[in-house]
């Protein structure tokens, strides 16, 4: 396989979103993200996110889904949020393209590190990312404020 790897580009959007649709499946999440929002909030203005896609010639094989993010202690990061590969390139070097494009770059920007989270089911990815060199942080626990109680947390 020669996987590449590249910017998305505004005129990627339909595709991340397949992409991203596609990853939604496999993890069993729902997933309330439109091809609008993923324009807006990634090619225009200040981009909240950036995304790689990986493809081997013109076919699609996956994407990264990344954002900064900030440690009062470290200083930048860059936060993973996605890392997915569509089934026939998984265990043929697309993740760890798209993993060393992420990690350039973070070291381009002089971050920290990559920061991520891997829902406990998900053996594979929690066996490719500590043969990358993640460590599980044992002394923290992941915690959400869904948007239903945003609401109720800004009323006196």
Request: with cysteine.
């Amino acid at each position: 396989m020669d996987i590449r790897v590249r910017a998305a580009l505004a005129d990627d959007v339909p595709l991340l979103k397949e992409l991203i649709d596609e990853m939604s499946v496999f993890e069993r999440l729902p997933i309330s993200i439109t091809e609008d929002v993923l324009l807006r909030d990634g090619f225009h203005g200040v981009p909240k996110f950036r995304a790689l896609l990986a493809f081997n010639k013109k076919e699609p094989a996956g994407y990264a889904f990344v954002y900064d993010c900030y440690s009062s202690f470290e200083g930048r990061g860059v936060y993973l949020e996605d890392l997915y590969v569509r089934p026939a390139y998984r265990g043929k070097s697309a993740a760890i393209e798209l993993l060393r494009a992420v990690a350039r770059a973070a070291l381009d920007s002089e971050c920290c590190g990559i920061v991520l989270n891997i829902l406990r089911w998900n053996t594979p990815s929690y066996k490719f990312f500590t043969r990358a060199g993640a460590a599980i942080l044992d002394d923290r626990q992941v915690l959400r404020i869904p948007r239903e109680r945003l609401e109720a947390l800004t009323r006196p």
